[in-house]
């Protein structure tokens, strides 16, 4: 008996079962790591969490977005680069405060691929004169992979800011 409630439980338990339930859960998770990061105290002792860690990119985004990442990196390598993205793609700049009033948009559905906007302050800290009340907006796109049969996962296939260029069109650029 004790078996059969741990059988139904532990697929509650899993990481990945999150990502089974709905398309905005895996855009929550890299929202959070973002509200997570911009909250950096400044003081040393802060660590950031990693958007594009190995965990990060295996778990949360898809296997066209991974490559093209892994393809960029392996090109700044080669020229020897220090940093392949120098600004926050989440949050869309390099300055920001911790983030405000996130809003997470309906899923809207086209062509396969899901889109969720997400809105948010970013610059409250910043005084009256710098766009305090400034609302930014990101735009998820992600796809739906099963790579077990019956278990659907909602991947991260591009992050885009209006009027910029997405996340992996910029990737692309980096790896010519």
């Not at 993205?85 to 983030?99: R, V």
């Not at 948010?120 to 990101?138: I, L, M, W, Y």
Request: aromatic share 8%; charged share 25%.
């Amino acid at each position: 008996m004790k078996l059969r409630y741990l059988a139904i439980l532990f697929p509650l338990l899993s990481p990945t079962a999150v990502l089974a339930g709905e398309p905005v859960d895996t855009v929550r998770v890299l929202m959070d790591m973002a509200h997570h990061n911009a909250g950096d105290p400044m003081d040393g002792k802060f660590v950031q969490a990693d958007y594009f860690s190995a965990d990060t990119l295996l778990r949360f985004f898809s296997e066209d977005f991974t490559k093209a990442f892994a393809t960029a990196l392996l090109k700044t390598n080669e020229r020897r680069q220090e940093m392949m993205i120098d600004w926050d793609p989440i949050i869309g700049g390099q300055d920001n405060c911790p983030l405000e009033d996130i809003v997470y948009g309906p899923v809207a559905e086209a062509a396969g691929t899901m889109k969720i906007a997400v809105t948010f302050k970013a610059r409250t800290c910043f005084g009256d004169d710098s766009g305090k009340d400034d609302v930014s907006k990101v735009v998820f796109t992600l796809v739906k992979e099963e790579l077990v049969a019956g278990s659907p996962l909602y991947l991260i296939d591009d992050i885009a800011h209006p009027g910029e260029a997405s996340l992996k069109t910029t990737l692309a650029e980096i790896a010519q």
